[in-house]
């Protein structure tokens, strides 16, 4: 059977959506706890896809969190390889750090649902699945990154200019989310509640209206982005 792993930083931030595209195409998904599991125990060399979720931590805590250079290694390496991998948020900024780029905070956090604008190479990527939604995505994150040298960049906001890259043929990088579902977001809300009232301009009621009125659109285009981007794996 075809697997999936996955390192999960936060219990709540799971594949959500995508775990029903992967096991309607017959995928196994198998979760690694970060802080929990060894990671040194996944190959960087396996055709097996690797997705790397996202969390509240930033990729500078490697001194409190030692388990960020395991994954920054792993991610090194199966960037050389161009083996199957997705990064969502952290894990895009985990991918930026394995390429030697920089992470840090950005003008201002984002945190809700905002669209992106796509580059056109974005729009020949399976991201164009956004238009379904008319590109509006969860974004939640306070740092931003340098691209890749070798990254070729897929959106956009005025806000982070870095909101997806390509690397190769098999390693995508989103810091937007589009895996969220409607339901799953009221767990976000719990979990993120100390971040959501120290941001300004940011509470539980606007995010759970905006959520009402966008998260089913863009479920739907998660699913269709996941579809397209496992079509085109190239191994």
Request: with cysteine; aromatic share 8%; hydrophobic share 45%.
């Amino acid at each position: 059977m075809k697997q999936v792993n996955v390192i999960r930083h936060l219990a709540f931030e799971d594949l959500g959506c995508f775990a029903d595209v992967l096991a309607q195409q017959g995928f196994e998904v198998r979760y690694f706890e970060a802080g929990v599991d060894d990671l040194a125990a996944l190959q960087a060399d396996s055709d097996d896809w690797l997705v790397i979720l996202g969390g509240p931590i930033s990729v500078n805590d490697v001194d409190d969190f030692p388990f960020l250079k395991t994954e920054i290694e792993l991610l090194r390496e199966r960037i050389e390889q161009d083996k199957p991998t997705l990064g969502i948020c952290l894990g895009a900024q985990l991918m930026a750090r394995a390429t030697g780029q920089a992470v840090y905070p950005g003008k201002a956090k984002e945190i809700g649902w905002m669209p992106v604008t796509l580059t056109d190479a974005g729009n020949a990527s399976p991201l164009a699945a956004l238009e379904s939604c008319n590109n509006v995505v969860l974004h939640w994150h306070g740092e931003t990154f340098d691209l890749p040298d070798e990254a070729v960049l897929l959106a956009s906001t005025d806000i982070a200019v870095n909101q997806a890259f390509r690397i190769g043929d098999n390693i995508y990088g989103l810091q937007f989310h589009l895996e969220a579902t409607p339901h799953g977001m009221e767990r976000w809300f719990i979990g993120h509640i100390g971040e959501i009232e120290q941001t300004e301009g940011v509470s539980v009621k606007q995010l759970r209206a905006d959520t009402a009125r966008h998260a089913e659109q863009t479920e739907a285009a998660g699913r269709l982005f996941l579809q397209a981007l496992l079509a085109q794996t190239v191994i």
